[in-house]
């Protein structure tokens, strides 16, 4: 039986609920994302998606490696995110970044979940003591290590 396949749904699962809380936080809670959260959802979203093509088709190597790219994306951006809020004359606030990601299509036609409105370096109250970018980080790092395990064991 191949394990692969049930561990790659599960983080397949995993990245869909990381985006059901960035939409509570964001029309429930009012928190605006900033660009490099918007960022972040762009990369769960391609882990998710790897997975779940790699599941489907029977492929879960190839499925965990092109998840692996977008995790190590997420890692580096979520870094990014936890450089600026440790230094706070930093910004990304509204820069290129910002203007160029609103004027992708996915953000013109479902605004609601990839428009990027909100200040990096803003802090928001924290959850279980980490604050969302930590959180994030702390989810591609797992999503990064089960995934790095699917490529790396034997069948």
């Known amino acids: ?23 509570y936080l964001q029309h429930v809670m009012d928190i605006l994302p900033c660009p490099l959260c918007v960022i972040q959802r762009y990369l ?8 779940l ?13 092109l998840g692996l790219l977008s995790a190590f994306g997420g890692l580096g951006v979520a870094g990014k995110h936890l450089y600026i809020l440790a230094h706070p004359g930093l910004s990304c606030g509204i ?3 910002e203007t160029s990601l609103n004027k992708i299509f996915t953000a013109r036609y479902m605004p609601f979940i990839f428009k990027a409105d909100g200040l990096c370096e803003d802090v ?7 604050s969302i970018p930590h959180w994030s980080f702390v989810w591609f790092a797992i999503f990064t290590g089960a995934l ?7 069948k």
């Open 1 to 23: 039986m191949n394990k692969s396949r049930p561990l790659l749904l599960s983080i397949a699962f995993c990245c869909f609920v990381m985006l059901a809380v960035a939409m």
């Open 44 to 51: 769960f979203l391609g882990i998710a998606l790897a997975c």
């Open 53 to 65: 093509a790699g599941a489907a088709v029977g492929k879960p190597r190839l499925g965990a490696a």
């Open 95 to 97: 820069d290129p970044l």
């Open 124 to 130: 928001t109250a924290p959850f279980f003591g980490l």
């Open 148 to 154: 790095i395990w699917t490529l790396t064991r034997r």
